[in-house]
């Protein structure tokens, strides 16, 4: 169920790269993959996500904010009757928490219990791990009747704590990236692509 890397982008594409990259915001360095690539390849995940949980109900949980635009469109393409709810969270550096890497806490919970249910943990970026880590734990101890992980991006590189990753639109490399519902300091979250962003490019 793993889904490709970054796919060729063929010259065949509504836009080239080089046309959206040049008509990007100040930061923006490049696009990795078009907003038409980031929609086919949800079709095809909303496919895999379809097969496995044929004939049953699915519980889509997103995780505030970056996971509401990759979630909604999901949403829109599976066929299955879908319920879906959302929790926010909050993550501590490692000097506010006194050293101690990747502590998360929950600073809204979901509206429903999820008992009995199929869920789906949908994410926007699995990166080390350790939100993935805290969320799974904490909804597996609510006893779901099954509980699987579904992110747009992975960026398996960079893991530090395993987490089974179910269904996974795009690997990518080692760089920061923005939009699709992920941020740079609140920002781009709405641009349709998946950019790379350098921040070095905002200063004056
Ligand atoms: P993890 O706990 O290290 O896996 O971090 C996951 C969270 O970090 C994501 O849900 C994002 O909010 C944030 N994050 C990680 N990488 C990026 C990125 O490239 N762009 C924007 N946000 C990111
Ligand atoms: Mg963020």
Request: charged content about 25%; overall charge neutral; some cysteine.
């Amino acid at each position: 169920m793993s889904g490709p890397s970054a796919p060729e982008v063929k010259m065949t594409d509504r836009k080239s790269i080089a046309e959206i990259s040049s008509s990007l915001p100040p930061g923006i360095e490049r696009v990795f993959f078009t907003e038409e690539q980031v929609d086919a390849r949800i079709a095809e995940v909303a496919g895999e996500i379809g097969r496995k949980y044929d004939g049953r109900e699915l519980k889509l949980i997103g995780v505030l904010k970056g996971s509401v635009f990759f979630l909604t469109a999901l949403a829109r393409k599976l066929t299955m009757p879908v319920k879906i709810d959302f929790l926010g969270i909050s993550s501590f550096s490692a000097p506010a928490a006194g050293g101690a890497p990747g502590l998360v806490r929950i600073s809204k919970d979901l509206d429903e219990p999820i008992q009995d249910e199929d869920v789906l943990l949908v994410e926007d970026i699995v990166d080390t791990g350790f939100t993935t880590r805290y969320l799974l734990h904490t909804l597996a101890g609510r006893g779901p009747r099954s509980l699987g992980i579904c992110t747009l991006l992975d960026r398996n590189v960079r893991r530090i704590v395993q987490v089974p990753v179910d269904f996974r639109c795009f690997e990518i490399p080692d760089v920061f990236v923005v939009g699709c519902g992920l941020d740079y300091k609140q920002l781009y979250r709405n641009l349709g692509c998946v950019a790379l962003m350098n921040p070095g490019k905002l200063e004056p």
